[in-house]
C-alpha cells in the first residue's frame, strides 16, 4: 500500500484515490484517512488544509486533532516532510479548525436548502414526533451557547418517543444529538435569526453534514476540549442565553 511504501507524502489527489490509510507526520501512526487531514503547499509557499482531499501537489497527512496540528507547527514537520523551509501560520491549528466550522455549516446549509432540516423549537418537536414518516429526524441539532431548558425538554422528547434510536433503510441507528456549533454559526447556515435548536431530516445532503460534524468532533474531542460534541452535553454554562430559546419558539 502507497501508505507504507511513501511514509511521509503522497503523490498527489489523483493518485490517493484508492488510498484508505496514510502514516501520520505527528506521531508516525498509520491511520485511515477519515481519521487525518491532508496538507499542501499553496502557490503562495504557506501550508494549507486541504479538507476535502483535491487540491493539487503532493501532501503531508497529520492525525485530526487539534493538538496534533499544533504540534506539527511547533516541531516543524511540515518544512521536513516537504523537504524545505516554508511559511507555515502559527495560527495553523486555528485555523484549520475555522475551515471545519466553515465546512459543517455549509453542509448544513446545503441540506436546509434541500429541505432536509427544520429549525425552531416547535417545529423540532413536531419533527420528533412524527415517528416513522418519510421525513425521519436523523439527529437533533442544539446551539452550544443554548438555553439549557430548552435543550432538555427537546432531548427529553427525543428519549421518550424513539428510545434514542431510529429506523433507517437497511437497519437502525442511533440519533445523535449535535452541539458543535454556536447559535450565529447556525444562523450563518440557516439563513435566519436565533436559530437554536434544528432537526435534521432524512436525505443525501444530511450524510455529508453528519460526517463533517464528526470530523469537527473529533478534531475538538481529541484534545480533551468538551465544549462541543455529537451525544454530548456542553461544558459550558447556558445561563447566557437563557432569553434566546423562547426567541426560537416559532
Not at 507524502?9 to 496514510?22: Q, V, Y
Not at 501512526?29 to 483535491?54: H, M, N, Q, S
Request: charged share 25%; glycine share 8%.
Amino acid at each position: 500500500m502507497l501508505a507504507a511504501v511513501d511514509p511521509e507524502l503522497d503523490l498527489g489527489p489523483r493518485t490517493e484515490k484508492s488510498a484508505t490509510r496514510r502514516m501520520c507526520a505527528v506521531s508516525r501512526e498509520v491511520r485511515p484517512i477519515e481519521e487525518l487531514i491532508r496538507f499542501v503547499v499553496a502557490p503562495t509557499g504557506e501550508v494549507i488544509a486541504d479538507l476535502k482531499r483535491k487540491l493539487p501537489g503532493r501532501g503531508l497527512w497529520v492525525t485530526a486533532s487539534r493538538q496534533a496540528v499544533a504540534e506539527a507547527v511547533r516541531r516543524h514537520h511540515f518544512s521536513r516532510g516537504f523537504k524545505r523551509d516554508l511559511r507555515v501560520s502559527p495560527s495553523l491549528a486555528a485555523d484549520t479548525e475555522a475551515l471545519l466550522v466553515r465546512s459543517t455549516t455549509d453542509a448544513l446549509g446545503v441540506a436546509a436548502k434541500a429541505g432536509q432540516v427544520v429549525a425552531g423549537f416547535s417545529k423540532v418537536e413536531a419533527a420528533l414526533k412524527q415517528r416513522g414518516s418519510r421525513n425521519t429526524v436523523q439527529a437533533l441539532i442544539h446551539a452550544s451557547d443554548g438555553a439549557e431548558d430548552g435543550i432538555r425538554k427537546l432531548d427529553a422528547l427525543l428519549g421518550q418517543n424513539s428510545g434514542q434510536n431510529i429506523e433507517i433503510p437497511g437497519g437502525s441507528m442511533q440519533i445523535p444529538v449535535i452541539t458543535v456549533l454556536t447559535s450565529a454559526e447556525l444562523d450563518l447556515a440557516l439563513t435566519r435569526s436565533n436559530v437554536i435548536h434544528a432537526a435534521l431530516l432524512a436525505g443525501p445532503a444530511s450524510k455529508t453534514f453528519l460526517s463533517r460534524s464528526q470530523t469537527l468532533v473529533r478534531y475538538r474531542m481529541a484534545d480533551a476540549d468538551k465544549t462541543a460534541g455529537i451525544g454530548a452535553r456542553n461544558s459550558k454554562p447556558h445561563s447566557t442565553s437563557l432569553s434566546r430559546d423562547g426567541d426560537d419558539l416559532q
